[in-house]
């Protein structure tokens, strides 16, 4: 789950598809670079829709689905963090990324700002300095467990009756079925102990909590952590986000390349 973005192909508009094996006149491009049929989807027209998408999926020309580029941008918690360091230099900077970049799954960026948006984008990568990276991690292996996100008060686990994540002044524990909310637990190193009855007991030297299930590793098969420790330390930009600028920048240039909008999925 999280962000990814495609840009179409221009095939349909540059005259380069294959015969469709629908009328060509039923067909039209939406603004987002879709092709459609203008007839009603129904069970009267199931016959042109259904040899109208086989065409637009394999047929239509060399590129999937008609995509001319598709990428996965991030889950939610790297895009937050992606968004909070470009708040943290200044929205000023990047007034077309703060236009278009989605705050959620849908929307567009439209292709006459795709060249903007990527000299902001480059922009960025060039003047932005180390960020702050919190993380709770596995003393033991080192794997990174939880890492903090401003957007959700460093909030990683959400239940009907507590919340759970990381911020600098380390894990937390919040009962929310107390009026207001009242932190029930708070450590930069602890212990965890799973119980017989699967849940999992958290203390240090003086507190001790029991939650309904363990914080786990997010390695398949490894066992939850028995040693916990919070920290924070800088992380360059490169190698904090370096897969979403790659991300962006390969749809962008799509957007210019092709006069397509970029669309958020």
């Not at 000299?119 to 990568?125: K, N, P, Q, S």
């Not at 637990?185 to 001790?208: I, N």
């Not at 066992?223 to 360059?236: D, M």
């Not at 991300?247 to 962008?252: G, K, M, S």
Request: glycine residues 6%; proline residues 7%.
């Amino acid at each position: 789950m999280g962000l990814d973005a495609s840009v179409g192909c221009p095939c349909w508009r540059d005259g380069l598809t294959t015969a469709p094996p629908v009328p060509q006149d039923l067909i039209v491009e939406d603004e987002d670079g879709y092709l459609d049929l203008t007839v009603p989807d129904d069970a009267a027209n199931s016959a042109l829709y259904n040899a109208f998408t086989l065409w637009h999926l394999d047929q239509a020309c060399s590129h999937r689905r008609m995509k001319h580029t598709s990428v996965h941008i991030s889950n939610w918690a790297g895009y937050r963090r992606f968004q909070h360091a470009l708040g943290e230099q200044g929205w000023q900077h990047f007034p077309t990324l703060r236009a278009h970049l989605p705050q959620a799954n849908g929307g567009l960026l439209p292709a006459p700002d795709a060249e903007a948006a990527l000299a902001e984008l480059t922009l960025f990568a060039a003047i932005a300095p180390p960020v702050d990276k919190t993380i709770l991690s596995d003393e033991d292996t080192g794997e990174t467990l939880m890492v903090h996100v401003d957007a959700y008060e460093g909030t990683t686990i959400w239940s009907p009756a507590y919340r759970a994540g990381v911020d600098p002044r380390g894990f937390f524990v919040l009962d929310v079925t107390a009026d207001p909310p009242a932190e029930t637990f708070r450590a930069m190193r602890f212990t965890q102990r799973v119980l017989d009855d699967g849940r999992a007991e958290l203390t240090d030297e003086r507190q001790r909590l029991i939650l309904d299930s363990p914080i786990k590793s997010w390695s398949e098969g490894q066992a939850p952590a028995t040693r916990l420790a919070v920290s924070t330390s800088p992380s360059e930009v490169e190698a904090e986000f370096g897969w979403i600028l790659d991300a962006l920048t390969a749809v962008l240039r799509a957007g210019i390349e092709t006069g397509n909008p970029v669309r958020w999925c």
